[in-house]
């Protein structure tokens, strides 16, 4: 007869059970791996300098102060100490050229010389004081002579900021999308699998232009509300026609109301006064408005087309808006296209990822512990998948920059003089020759561009291990 | 394997007169794709009492799994469907009337999960969420089913890892699933399944990814916690030495039906399906010295063994897949209607093919309330 092995005596004693208490009880000590801090302070500063600065880059329109003069200017500290002659030479006399009148004349009396003979001294300590007053850009300028600097900036936080939000939407819509098709399963799963695959198959670009066309159409029509004018209009031939003969018109009808002379329609005069006095109603200046007064309106038209016309112009006129909120519309159609067709991968991992947890035995415990179908998917679902959403949105984030970059050289995406990494860089390439280089104006935004990438990749891994409680018992 | 001096049935004090779970008839298939319906369950009929452990044993795809499954709706549908058949249970709420869990909604089934009917999986290492603490998951148990603040939630918790010898259940409690031992994540699972004091508890292999230590730890506990609480087990195993250490009664499953359903000294002492002696004959006796062990088709692939329960001359054959049915098959309608489970002998059900000469015998559903002494 076995003695039965009392688990609770077992408890009492310790030293029964030396392997069960040995493990680290308590959570994990979050550990910040270097790299992933370095990335971080990287991408804080960039970030933070392109972004903090948007009011006074963007906002100022300072990104597109030009001076012809100072066109393609290189860094200033990369400027030449004194040559003897050769190309170098040209360049130091174009700069010299550049230093203002005063100046010039300044330095050319204290060297007993006149401005012209400083002009061209191309060393020595003429060319050294001139030298001070040359054209100073961090960053050089570009072939309209815009500071660099300014541009990199402008471009930095545009490129960021659509980066970031349409990397946002992607994963929202690309998360929410493959989790619930998976979750969903069976032919719920196939049939929006399918249209993922679909989609995969069309062109990205064609799906952006697609989306940007229409929102343009849309933005457009918001702006001007023509046709919003055109159905005010027809209700107006309209009630015309229907005060005389109690029927909506056809289509020759109506225009035979629009070519007809304005005297004969005295609902014309009523449908006139009823929007005098809706315009007056709205700033209440002046005399209230009778018949006779909103006549006036009609006196100088022809025909009933033209009377209409013109109030109709009053009745729905076109917005007006600022040009900072057509470029905030363009630049928030371009986001929401790249991130509209960019979550497809997104939604094609995380249905991945879902369908191998939804077999884990931990899905079914809970199930079995009774856990509503909701609170299964947001609370022991979506935490699990924390590390893939975290990777595929660090990959996406530089995509979508990489993507507006690829739109903005086709001329879809950040229209010019708005400036972008992408554009800056396909500006810079472009002035690349043999005979001068201009290599700031590619070398900077592609650092740039460089850098915020690597450094993204750096916080998602970094990012990845901090979240996932797996890797804390290192 | 040693089985303590035979008690009588009549030795355990009835604790209740009625069963608290009852599976009728119970029958569930799944999509097999293009192909036939894989007929998973097929006229299964058991029954549990409080303080009851009944063990179901069975090779793997015997159907073991999705008759528990089923008993919580938790079989996957599609592909599964549940053909026929009823899971009548005893709530707590109201114990003199019997609910059917197979017609219950989703909703009244997620008050019975956790809260009447908790259950407890193989594999403790993949069981338990690795994103959230220990103490997290046992709570959550406890706040989905009861009315009670966090804070008092995390009490119970501890009282429930406290219960199961989880030590140092404060320091325990914010630790992550991957911190703990299996034997550890093991006892978190139970004390997850006990917060909320189930009368019920359906144990899936509970140790079969156990160590034989941890193993005998762990059954020791739910042995100890069912007699404190009350409630009843079904122990899904197929370790035989399991079945004889902690079951009451036994319940052989093969292909789907219940071969044989009988009290686990019966059913040691006198096996009469000729797959449960294939089964008690393939275990190898420490002590005794064999070239080649026997095998369950040794045992059931000898016709003899089929011709000896009582009866045989008038046509009493045990039921086996493999056979050519008998020629007096009495058939009826379903899938199951060459099949029956018989009281053979007085409190021994076995399962048998349904010939003329078995359906014109009274018989009652297999229920057996007995439980074996307490062990000293």
């Known amino acids: 007869m076995r003695t039965p092995l009392r688990y609770l005596d077992a408890v009492a004693d310790p030293g029964l059970t030396p392997l069960e208490t040995g493990a680290t009880p308590g959570r994990g000590r979050r550990r910040w791996s270097l790299t992933g801090v370095i990335g971080l302070t990287i991408l804080v500063l960039i970030g933070g300098a392109c972004l903090a600065t948007l009011p006074y880059t963007v906002g100022s329109g300072r990104y597109d102060d030009q001076r012809q003069s100072d066109a393609r200017l290189p860094p200033f500290w990369t400027y030449p100490r004194g040559a003897a002659d050769g190309a170098r030479a040209d360049d130091i006399r174009r700069y010299n050229e550049l230093v203002p009148?005063?100046?010039?004349?300044?330095?050319?009396?204290?060297?007993?010389?006149?401005?012209?003979?400083?002009?061209?001294?191309?060393?020595g300590p003429v060319m050294a004081d001139l030298r001070r007053a040359w054209?100073?850009?961090?960053?050089?300028?570009?072939?309209?002579?815009?500071?660099?600097?300014?541009?990199?900036?402008?471009?930095?936080?545009?490129?960021?900021?659509?980066?970031?939000?349409?990397?946002?939407?992607?994963?929202?819509?690309?998360?929410?999308?493959?989790?619930?098709?998976a979750y969903a399963g069976g032919k719920t799963d196939a049939v929006m699998m399918r249209v993922v695959d679909v989609l995969y198959g069309l062109p990205y670009v064609l799906l952006v232009v697609l989306i940007a066309v229409a929102a343009d159409a849309g933005v457009d029509e918001y702006v001007s509300r023509a046709r919003a004018r055109q159905h005010w209009l027809d209700a107006g031939v309209a009630r015309v026609f229907r005060a005389e003969h109690g029927r909506p018109p056809n289509a020759a009808e109506r225009a035979a109301v629009l070519a007809s002379p304005v005297n004969r329609h005295a609902e014309l005069a009523a449908i006139a006064l009823q929007q005098a006095r809706?315009?007056?109603?709205?700033?209440?200046?002046?005399?209230?408005?009778?018949?006779?007064?909103?006549?006036?309106?009609?006196?100088?038209?022809?025909?009933?087309?033209?009377?209409?016309?013109?109030?109709?112009?009053?009745?729905?006129?076109?917005?007006?808006?600022?040009?900072?909120?057509?470029?905030?519309?363009?630049?928030?159609?371009?986001?929401a296209a790249i991130g509209g067709v960019s979550w497809l991968t997104m939604a094609r991992v995380i249905r991945g990822q879902v369908l191998s947890l939804k077999a884990q035995p931990f899905m079914e415990a809970a199930r079995a512990i009774g856990v509503p179908w909701r609170r299964q998917f947001t609370r022991h679902l979506l935490p699990n998948l924390v590390g893939a959403i975290v990777v595929y949105a660090t990959l996406t984030v530089p995509q979508a920059i990489l993507q507006e970059s690829f739109l903005s050289f086709l001329g879809i995406g950040v229209k010019p003089p708005l400036p972008s990494w992408g554009t800056l860089a396909a500006e810079g390439l472009g002035e690349l020759n043999g005979y001068k280089s201009h290599w700031w104006l590619l070398v900077f935004p592609c650092l740039l561009l460089g850098t915020t990438l690597l450094a993204l990749n750096f916080v998602g891994e970094g990012l990845r291990e901090a979240l996932d409680p797996k890797r804390g018992r290192r | 394997m040693t089985i303590a001096a035979p008690t009588a049935a009549t030795a355990a004090a009835p604790v209740a007169t009625r069963p608290l779970m009852r599976v009728q008839d119970l029958a569930v298939s799944f999509d097999n794709g293009a192909g036939p319906r894989i007929q998973a369950v097929d006229g299964v009929r058991m029954s549990i009492y409080p303080r009851q452990t009944l063990a179901v044993v069975g090779e793997s795809g015997c159907g073991k799994s999705v008759t528990a499954m089923s008993a919580l709706q938790l079989v996957p549908r599609p592909p599964g469907r549940v053909d026929r058949g009823r899971v009548l249970f005893r709530t707590k709420a109201d114990p003199d009337r019997d609910v059917d869990l197979l017609s219950l909604t989703d909703r009244q089934m997620r008050d019975i999960r956790g809260n009447e009917i908790a259950m407890i999986f193989q594999e403790p290492m993949t069981s338990l969420n690795p994103v959230y603490t220990v103490g997290d998951q046992i709570m959550e148990a406890i706040l989905l089913h009861q009315q009670v603040?966090?804070?008092?939630?995390?009490?119970?918790?501890?009282?429930?890892?406290?219960?199961?010898?989880?030590?140092?259940?404060?320091?325990r409690i914010t630790g992550y699933p991957h911190q703990f031992s299996g034997g550890m994540r093991q006892r978190v699972m139970i004390a997850m399944a006990l917060a909320c004091q189930p009368s019920l508890l359906l144990a899936d292999e509970p140790t079969t990814a156990l160590d034989v230590t941890i193993q005998a730890q762990i059954l020791e506990l739910l042995r100890e916690l069912q007699r404190t609480r009350d409630m009843g087990i079904m122990l899904i195993t197929h370790a035989l030495g399991v079945v004889a250490e902690n079951a009451d009664v036994v319940c052989v499953m093969y292909a789907g039906r219940v071969v044989e359903y009988a009290t686990v000294l019966e059913l040691f002492d006198n096996p009469l399906h000729p797959y449960t002696r294939g089964l008690l004959a393939s275990i190898p006796r420490i002590g005794t010295r064999k070239d080649r062990?026997?095998?369950?088709?040794?045992?059931?692939?000898?016709?003899?063994?089929?011709?000896?329960?009582?009866?045989?001359?008038?046509?009493?054959?045990?039921?086996?897949?493999?056979?050519?049915?008998?020629?007096?098959?009495?058939?009826?309608?379903?899938?199951?209607?060459?099949?029956?489970?018989?009281?053979?002998?007085?409190?021994?059900?076995?399962?048998l093919w349904r010939t003329a000469a078995v359906r014109e015998q009274e018989s009652r559903a297999p229920d057996l309330d007995y439980r074996r002494e307490a062990p000293a």
């Open chain 2, 293 to 351: 062990l026997v095998t369950i088709r040794d045992v059931v692939e000898s016709p003899e063994e089929f011709t000896r329960l009582p009866g045989a001359a008038e046509g009493v054959r045990p039921w086996w897949p493999w056979h050519q049915p008998p020629a007096d098959l009495a058939r009826r309608t379903g899938p199951a209607g060459d099949f029956d489970l018989r009281e053979v002998t007085p409190g021994h059900w076995v399962g």
């Open chain 1, 101 to 123: 009148a005063a100046t010039l004349a300044r330095v050319a009396a204290a060297h007993d010389m006149t401005p012209e003979e400083a002009l061209s001294s191309t060393s």
């Open chain 2, 149 to 171: 603040s966090p804070a008092y939630a995390r009490e119970i918790a501890l009282t429930a890892m406290r219960d199961v010898g989880i030590p140092e259940p404060e320091r």
């Open chain 1, 278 to 335: 809706a315009d007056w109603g709205r700033d209440r200046h002046g005399p209230q408005p009778t018949l006779t007064s909103a006549a006036e309106v009609l006196q100088g038209t022809s025909s009933t087309g033209e009377a209409l016309g013109t109030i109709a112009a009053r009745a729905v006129p076109p917005r007006r808006l600022a040009p900072g909120a057509r470029m905030a519309l363009d630049l928030t159609t371009l986001l």
């Open chain 1, 135 to 181: 054209p100073r850009y961090w960053l050089g300028t570009d072939r309209l002579g815009r500071s660099l600097l300014l541009r990199c900036l402008a471009g930095g936080g545009i490129s960021l900021g659509i980066g970031l939000a349409a990397a946002a939407i992607s994963v929202f819509i690309g998360t929410f999308y493959g989790a619930l098709s």
